[in-house]
């Protein structure tokens, strides 16, 4: 069962603190759709409100049209699977993807944990206690307990984040995998750029509660809304003279080149050079280099590609 | 830090101090055992008592327990049936009103704890008496149910302490989850947060039973005609013309489901795993 979510001006604060303000989104049916932020900017919050944990001050969330902003969690038929995967301690691991089939009172539960398990390759863990698994097989269990129920719509709080980088990675194009097999809508939270990069048909960037900009991935890297953005997105943040916002790679070094800095440090990624630098009125630059530069270079460049945005930096 | 107690010195100071304590625990009830076993002429009878006795014999015993036998065993099942009772209720009770409490702002909650408490500050005997004769009236006086709502006061506070020590380690998640999955709020409760709960309710429990089965004050007043076990070899021990050995035996029949228990139900007390499902 896929569904679309749609949330409408959804508004949350604790005491004095707006957490989420006046936001709204529309998550198409069957879309991996990833929102991205900074820690602090109300991911939580905001997956609490769709799960229904919380409760909004205003607003309304629909799913498949359905309004469901009132109804309590277990009504919402909404998957998730948190940073820390919350299984149960006391059950097994067949257990555990049993339980959500149990309470809602599912028929052929035993076949359908094993399908599911087999698909996920944890069968042979299915007897495990959790504490006797790795974090890796944790972490598709908490995922074979969400897909079991097959439910409207999954949600998953930073579920990668707890792995090793080299599990993180398989883990992380398996679950695009999944997603891509099973065409259910997925709202996936993380902090991670990679992540959202890999991941997503649409990330949404939340910035101080609400969606700074809505677009693929590739669309807020070349072409960010804001300046905000521009320099959020991106491993490097965006060069900016002035109201001229440019990437470290939209440029090209030469003498004849219209602009001169400074060359404070270079760093290489992977044999590119990243050179820091300044300017002659202090702004600092990042510029993305063939060669090394040392400390105290002078290099000057062109900007050979530009976005220009309308406030001041 | 664990290196440290692989050290020889700190380790013989661990079990220098484990062995002083366990003496410390032990002996009074090994002369418990020896009064009760021993022939008198070896303990209680002679200025210097036999550290190790030489004769063992079941003489006290069957002096002590020779015309009281119904009586005792009516006592037995009456504090043993007290005992339940007062343990019971105080899980049914205490562990909703834990949890409830634990929902609350803190400093709402520790109000209410302040008051919870407060029933205990005042002398048992100054309540004791009050209640005894709204008991009266009520059909409760001398009954095991009534000496357990009494009983209540005084361990239901402890109770619901220890518990919300307990339900606060359970990782909030795990409720979330379990609402998420399909689980109504009840259902979250008894089948995710209750069995998590075990190893504080085990102690819980137990804690309960004991504080009932040896607590005096309320028995004396408000069942004193059908007693209970410690009223009872009070009133043997003492008053009516016993004796300390006669004492030393009822007391161990009282230590006895005392151990028994303890030992069923240790190997449920075991922490430790609640939040290992749980990363990071």
């Given at each position: 069962m896929v569904a679309k979510l749609e949330l409408v001006s959804l508004s949350k604060s604790y005491g004095k603190i707006d957490?989420?303000?006046?936001l709204s989104l529309e998550v198409g049916a069957g879309e991996f759709f990833v929102v991205l932020g900074p820690s602090g900017t109300g991911k939580s919050t905001l997956l609490k409100l769709i799960v229904g944990i919380e409760q909004p001050d205003e607003g309304k969330i629909l799913i498949d049209g359905k309004d469901?902003?009132?109804?309590p969690p277990n009504k919402r038929n909404l998957a998730m699977v948190f940073q820390n995967y919350?299984?149960?301690?006391?059950?097994n691991v067949y257990q555990n993807i049993a339980f959500p089939l149990k309470m809602h009172r599912r028929r052929n539960i035993d076949s359908k944990v094993k399908k599911v398990a087999q698909e996920l390759g944890i069968e042979e863990i299915l007897?495990?206690?959790?504490?006797?698994?790795?974090g890796g097989q944790q972490q598709r269990v908490a995922l074979a307990r969400a897909i079991?129920?097959?439910?409207a719509l999954f949600l998953l709080d930073e579920?990668?984040?707890?792995?090793?980088a080299r599990v993180r990675y398989s883990a992380r194009s398996e679950l695009k995998k999944i997603q891509e097999e099973l065409d259910e809508t997925f709202l996936f939270v993380t902090h991670d750029q990679k992540e959202a990069e890999a991941l997503g048909d649409r990330v949404g960037v939340l910035h101080s509660g609400s969606f700074e900009q809505v677009a693929p991935y590739r669309e807020l890297y070349e072409?960010?809304?804001?300046q905000w953005i521009g320099d959020f997105v991106g491993d490097f943040p965006m060069n900016f003279i002035k109201n001229i916002g440019f990437r470290p790679e939209w440029t090209s070094i030469g003498d004849s080149g219209e602009h001169e800095i400074m060359v404070d440090t270079s760093e290489s990624i992977g044999g590119i050079f990243f050179i820091h630098g300044t300017l002659k009125d202090g702004t600092s630059l990042i510029l993305k280099s063939l060669r090394r530069y040392d400390v105290g270079d002078s290099v000057r460049f062109s900007v050979t590609r530009s976005r220009t945005f309308s406030e001041a930096p | 830090m664990v290196s440290e107690y692989n050290n020889p010195r700190t380790r013989y100071y661990i079990y220098a101090v484990a062995v002083f304590v366990s003496f410390f625990v032990l002996l009074p009830i090994y002369i418990l055992v020896i009064i009760s076993f021993a022939p008198s002429s070896q303990t209680i009878?002679?200025?210097?008592?036999?550290?190790?006795?030489?004769k063992l014999t079941l003489v006290n015993f069957i002096n002590s327990f020779r015309g009281v036998g119904t009586l005792l065993e009516a006592a037995f099942f009456k504090s043993l049936e007290t005992a339940f009772i007062v343990a019971a209720l105080a899980i049914l009770l205490g562990f909703h009103a834990a949890f409830g409490l634990n929902r609350l702002p803190l400093r709402v909650n520790s109000t209410l704890i302040g008051i919870l408490f407060f029933s205990t500050m005042i002398p048992s005997i100054t309540i004791a008496i009050p209640i005894s004769v709204t008991f009266l009236k009520a059909g409760l006086y001398d009954t095991s149910v009534g000496l357990a709502l009494a009983q209540e006061l005084v361990v239901l506070p402890l109770t619901v302490f220890i518990l919300m020590g307990t339900l606060d380690s359970i990782p909030k998640q795990l409720e979330q989850q379990s609402r998420v999955d399909g689980a109504s709020f009840f259902q979250t409760l008894y089948l995710v947060i209750f069995p998590l709960a075990v190893p504080g309710i085990v102690s819980a429990f137990l804690l309960s039973w004991l504080m009932s089965w040896d607590e005096f004050t309320f028995a004396a007043l408000?069942?004193?005609?059908?007693?209970t076990l410690p009223f009872l070899i009070y009133l043997y021990a003492s008053?009516?013309?016993?004796s300390i050995l006669t004492g030393a035996s009822f007391a161990l029949l009282v230590t006895i489901p005392v151990i028994v228990l303890t030992i069923i139900l240790s190997k449920f007390i075991k922490g430790g795993y609640l939040t290992s499902g749980i990363t990071g």
């Open positions: 957490v989420i303000k006046n469901v902003t009132r109804l919350a299984l149960y301690p006391n059950l007897e495990k206690r959790i504490q006797q698994i790795s079991v129920r097959n439910p579920p990668l984040s707890n792995l090793d072409n960010p809304g804001t | 009878d002679i200025y210097y008592p036999y550290l190790i006795p030489t408000i069942s004193p005609v059908h007693p008053s009516r013309g016993g």
